[in-house]
């Protein structure tokens, strides 16, 4: 779009742009893009940073770092880049099937992590979430969501080469790269914290610091506890600085200022510097958290999603071949912000974690029945065009049972006696229940807390291992591929967790590392015993059941058109309690494909007048595509086994 004011100041950057950027060459496609996103960039910026003295020089400094970015950008990633740009839709197909995995569990680095890409693709898997590789403080990581240093990888993980190896040998592939910015906070031992400690005011403008508790107590008015059992409030003293500082998640991980733009350009090369080194798309770190003010929760700001477009903007002028992932965990109602306001096409993040599936999918593991699951994924908010869900049954965070409670109550439950039952349930706290859980972030206050445990032994593999039941390893097993039936036909990226291939229990030595031990999440990111791997080849063991079994299920995906994310799926309504139902709707040819879910431990029926939703005339038979087989039908009643799924179409007789 040409709009004077913002244009007049486009070429007065160009004029004063550095010889070094000016002289090179074959920059047409970066001046193209960058005349087509100027206005939105200049509007943004202007919104957030407009009244600065400093604004042109900022927007200055702004194009010159998209510009050399551009200039250091490989040309195969440019090639790629055009590719992507041509097929606009290319991560909507259902062909992509991913994992999340810490490369030293997995594989100790990221050396070795090459070396197993060819497991990975004998599973199905095509798209590879490397979890944090950055430099981080030991023992103060967080996980690996404290960064020291956000060009350097972890030397117990690797180097930069070791990532530009991995990237190019995945791209021969066709395998896709992700890789964590955390874009909301930094380690305490970050340059920049370091000289702000020291007293330079510059720096000190880099996060939010303060003389004494009368702004932090205003904050801490409205501001929620993110982790109210190891890290109560939202400031730490400094001793050194002599100064309070925010830091909402731990008290060593000081959260970034992004009033001041600084931040914003430093963060934006942070970015393209990782785009450039081959991510194919770019998770980004607590994005709800961005933006602070007094009087609010300091989540979900209106500012926050300014800065997400504002990132997209410049990372399209740059690598707009890369995608934004969005790691906002947040209500339904505010995660699907996330991709943007735009009717089409995604102007923040073309991804998002449908974190309300994941949770109401482990609902239905406690109560055996899909009443809260239909009622929630009904009142899911619709997606844009060009966007896409992350669908996930659990990841290296904690399980929170953020569905709503309005939801709650049209299934039938009391919100409040619900979520204990839930917790008391996976946590073992619960008659007969098999599950073998932590809790995670109690809130003594509230009672309320977050679940922590591999989908293993959550689901009662582990008990029924140790307790020599054989159909309880039987019933979990099938729990198991339940569950990832359902992340695999909903209509999205489907995002296994690394080990549940292989049905990994609980890893307990966490307890004995005095820096993990406070955090129960570490029981569910294990360090992968590639012994127990090789039985996925020996059949009758139970790594062999689920490997083989998932295998085959990502590989049949890969074939049904249907399950692309093109906004085709409609819930379907059913007597039956414990059956979820839905359809996928192929639209280029008006094939249907119909699933169902069976979430109870008998078999249980439903009428076959639902088949109807398929549009099909009566010469036309009903096949289960993840067997090849007929379903069982008796008494015009469909038979679902017990724990049991059909992905149900037509097929001529």
């Given at each position: 779009m040409y709009e004077q004011i913002s244009h007049a100041l486009l070429n007065e950057i160009l004029t004063a742009i550095k010889p070094e950027i000016l002289k090179q060459r074959n920059?047409?496609?970066?001046?193209?893009?960058?005349?087509?996103?100027?206005?939105?960039?200049?509007?943004?910026?202007?919104?957030?940073?407009?009244?600065?003295?400093?604004?042109?020089?900022?927007?200055?400094?702004?194009?010159?770092?998209?510009?050399?970015?551009?200039?250091?950008?490989?040309?195969?990633?440019?090639?790629?880049?055009?590719?992507?740009?041509?097929?606009?839709?290319?991560?909507?197909?259902?062909?992509?099937?991913?994992?999340?995995?810490?490369?030293?569990?997995?594989?100790?680095?990221?050396?070795?992590?090459?070396?197993?890409?060819?497991?990975?693709?004998?599973?199905?898997?095509?798209?590879?979430?490397?979890?944090?590789?950055?430099?981080?403080?030991?023992?103060?990581?967080?996980?690996?969501?404290?960064?020291?240093?956000?060009?350097?990888?972890?030397?117990?993980?690797?180097?930069?080469?070791?990532?530009?190896?991995?990237?190019?040998?995945?791209?021969?592939?066709?395998?896709?790269?992700?890789?964590?910015?955390?874009?909301?906070?930094?380690?305490?031992?970050?340059?920049?914290?370091?000289?702000?400690?020291?007293?330079?005011?510059?720096?000190?403008?880099?996060?939010?610091?303060?003389?004494?508790?009368?702004?932090?107590?205003l904050y801490e008015e409205s501001m929620p506890d993110v982790?109210?059992?190891?890290?109560?409030?939202?400031?730490?003293?400094?001793?050194?600085?002599?100064?309070?500082?925010?830091?909402?998640?731990?008290?060593?991980?000081?959260?970034?200022?992004?009033?001041n733009p600084t931040v914003f350009i430093e963060m934006l090369d942070i970015i393209l510097f990782w785009a450039n080194h081959g991510a194919?798309?770019?998770?980004?770190?607590?994005?709800?958290?961005?933006?602070?003010?007094?009087?609010?929760?300091?989540?979900?700001?209106?500012?926050?999603?300014?800065?997400?477009?504002?990132?997209?903007?410049?990372?399209?002028?740059?690598?707009?071949?890369?995608?934004?992932?969005?790691?906002?965990?947040?209500?339904?109602?505010?995660?699907?912000?996330?991709?943007?306001?735009?009717?089409?096409?995604?102007?923040?993040?073309?991804?998002?974690?449908?974190?309300?599936?994941?949770?109401?999918?482990?609902?239905?593991?406690?109560?055996?029945?899909?009443?809260?699951?239909?009622?929630g994924l009904k009142s899911l908010p619709n997606k844009l065009e060009r966007a896409t869900w992350l669908n996930y049954i659990r990841c290296h965070d904690d399980i929170g049972l953020g569905f709503a409670d309005e939801d709650i109550v049209k299934a039938g439950y009391n919100p409040r006696e619900h979520r204990k039952f839930l917790l008391d349930y996976f946590t073992g706290q619960f008659d007969d229940s098999p599950a073998r859980g932590k809790p995670f972030a109690v809130n003594k206050k509230t009672g309320d807390a977050r679940i922590a445990g591999t989908l293993a032994s959550l689901v009662g593999l582990e008990s029924a291992i140790d307790s020599g039941d054989e159909k309880g390893i039987d019933d979990s097993i099938k729990r198991i591929l339940l569950l990832h039936s359902l992340i695999l036909s909903f209509g999205g990226i489907p995002l296994l967790y690394y080990g549940d291939e292989i049905g990994t229990l609980n890893d307990y030595s966490y307890e004995n590392d005095e820096y993990k031990r406070s955090d129960s999440r570490w029981i569910h990111r294990p360090t992968i015993d590639w012994s127990k791997a090789e039985l996925r080849?020996?059949?009758?063991?139970?790594?062999?059941?689920?490997?083989?079994?998932?295998?085959?299920?990502?590989?049949?995906?890969?074939?049904?058109?249907?399950?692309?994310?093109?906004?085709?799926?409609?819930?379907?309504?059913?007597?039956?309690?414990?059956?979820l139902v839905f359809s996928q709707l192929d639209q280029q040819v008006s094939s249907k494909v119909i699933?169902?879910?069976?979430?109870?431990?008998?078999?249980?029926?439903?009428?076959?007048?639902?088949?109807?939703?398929?549009g099909l005339p009566q010469i036309y038979a009903i096949k289960d595509l993840y067997t090849g087989k007929e379903p069982e039908i008796i008494d015009d009643q469909l038979v679902i086994p017990a724990y049991g799924f059909y992905w149900l179409t037509g097929e001529q007789i």
């Open positions: 920059m047409r496609y970066f001046y193209t893009r960058l005349g087509a996103n100027f206005y939105s960039i200049y509007s943004l910026f202007h919104h957030l940073y407009g009244e600065r003295s400093d604004f042109k020089a900022q927007m200055q400094r702004l194009v010159e770092v998209m510009a050399r970015q551009y200039i250091a950008r490989p040309s195969a990633l440019k090639k790629q880049d055009l590719e992507r740009e041509t097929d606009h839709a290319w991560f909507l197909s259902q062909k992509w099937a991913g994992m999340a995995l810490y490369s030293d569990g997995f594989a100790d680095n990221l050396k070795g992590l090459k070396t197993k890409l060819s497991y990975l693709q004998d599973l199905g898997i095509n798209m590879l979430h490397v979890m944090p590789i950055l430099d981080c403080p030991p023992g103060k990581s967080d996980g690996g969501y404290a960064v020291r240093d956000f060009r350097k990888v972890d030397a117990r993980i690797g180097t930069l080469a070791d990532v530009k190896s991995l990237s190019s040998a995945m791209r021969q592939r066709d395998m896709l790269l992700t890789l964590d910015v955390v874009l909301n906070h930094t380690s305490d031992e970050h340059e920049w914290a370091k000289k702000a400690r020291q007293g330079d005011p510059y720096y000190q403008d880099f996060y939010y610091v303060f003389e004494d508790r009368t702004i932090p107590d982790f109210p059992e190891n890290a109560p409030g939202n400031f730490t003293w400094d001793e050194d600085m002599q100064k309070w500082v925010m830091t909402v998640f731990n008290h060593y991980q000081w959260d970034l200022n992004y009033k194919d798309i770019l998770r980004l770190d607590a994005v709800a958290f961005l933006w602070k003010k007094i009087g609010t929760r300091c989540q979900n700001e209106r500012e926050a999603h300014l800065v997400l477009q504002l990132l997209k903007d410049c990372c399209q002028v740059t690598a707009p071949g890369v995608l934004f992932i969005a790691e906002a965990i947040v209500a339904p109602t505010e995660v699907t912000k996330y991709f943007g306001e735009d009717a089409v096409v995604a102007k923040e993040c073309e991804i998002a974690y449908n974190a309300t599936f994941m949770a109401l999918l482990w609902d239905t593991v406690a109560t055996k029945n899909a009443k809260l699951l239909h009622q080849t020996q059949p009758g063991t139970v790594e062999f059941r689920i490997f083989t079994a998932l295998k085959k299920m990502i590989a049949v995906r890969k074939e049904i058109d249907a399950f692309a994310d093109f906004n085709g799926r409609e819930m379907i309504d059913v007597d039956n309690p414990h059956l699933v169902v879910a069976n979430f109870d431990a008998n078999e249980q029926p439903m009428n076959i007048d639902v088949l109807q939703h398929l």
